[in-house]
């Protein structure tokens, strides 16, 4: 078996024989392993990407970070999901940093200036452009009064955003054989998590942004490590990020 492998099952897989006793010798282990692994994308993706890892910074002039509010014009317009409800903020990212760390080449077709900031729920997230001449004249934009409290979604917090983490981007391979084959820590794009996205259909979807459970972000909840915002891989070319889909990553 794989070193993938025993990362996701190791020597617990078992299968039962149709009276439910005991394990099948006729149970193959490899192939039930294989199956998971296409079901999870991963054969679609090259064994090394790029990624942008997002480190916190000490800083707090920093052009980019997580939690906290997003800045932008007075005319800007909270996001909303398909079922009218407000969005929660995750954070945002300034496309002049991220342009840099690839000298433009980036897998999104955005500006190389202003900012996009991400929006989620547990059903969808969203991705908004914001112009750098928003943010230069723009503000901290308040969040709506009807969005509710970080804890409806699991989070151990009773606020409706995350505390502010500045960040700043650092380009590095994401290779999905090397030491630790669960990526951790917040990024963009690379290969997302892949212990726990077995319980999800991510064929022909790509990462966009990982975060992690972080005390110091306030992204811890019960039975979580993390999350992440997948989007089709059309779509995510596109820039057409509405409607994209939220895993979330169990501890166990």
């Not at 199956?35 to 052009?63: C, H, N, Y």
């Not at 991220?98 to 077709?109: D, R």
């Not at 057409?240 to 895993?247: E, P, R």
Request: net charge negative; glycine share 10%; charged share 25%.
């Amino acid at each position: 078996m794989s070193e993938l492998a025993e990362l996701l099952h190791g020597d617990q897989l078992r299968s039962q024989n149709r009276d439910g006793g005991g394990p099948n010798p006729d149970f193959d282990k490899d192939d039930l392993v294989a199956a998971w692994i296409i079901l999870s994308g991963i054969p679609e993706r090259p064994e090394k990407m790029p990624s942008i890892v997002l480190d916190p910074s000490q800083f707090d002039d920093a052009t980019s970070w997580l939690g906290g509010l997003p800045v932008a014009s007075k005319q800007f317009i909270w996001p909303r999901s398909k079922y009218g409800k407000s969005l929660h903020f995750m954070g945002q990212i300034d496309l002049k940093s991220l342009h840099a760390c690839y000298e433009g080449v980036t897998p999104l077709k955005s500006p190389a200036s202003g900012a996009i900031a991400f929006f989620f729920d547990r059903d969808s997230w969203s991705a908004i452009y914001i112009d750098a001449q928003a943010i230069v004249m723009g503000s901290s934009i308040q969040p709506p009064e009807d969005l509710g409290s970080l804890r409806e979604l699991g989070f151990f917090r009773d606020d409706k955003m995350f505390s502010k983490l500045p960040v700043r981007l650092r380009a590095e391979a994401d290779s999905r054989s090397g030491e630790n084959t669960t990526v951790t820590g917040h990024r963009l794009f690379g290969h997302g998590w892949v212990r726990s996205d077995l319980a999800y259909d991510l064929r022909g979807r790509d990462p966009v942004l990982t975060i992690e459970a972080d005390k110091s972000l306030g992204t811890e909840s019960e039975h979580e490590a993390g999350l992440s915002f997948w989007q089709g891989r059309r779509s995510f070319q596109d820039n057409s990020f509405n409607g994209g889909f939220v895993c979330q990553h169990n501890v166990c």
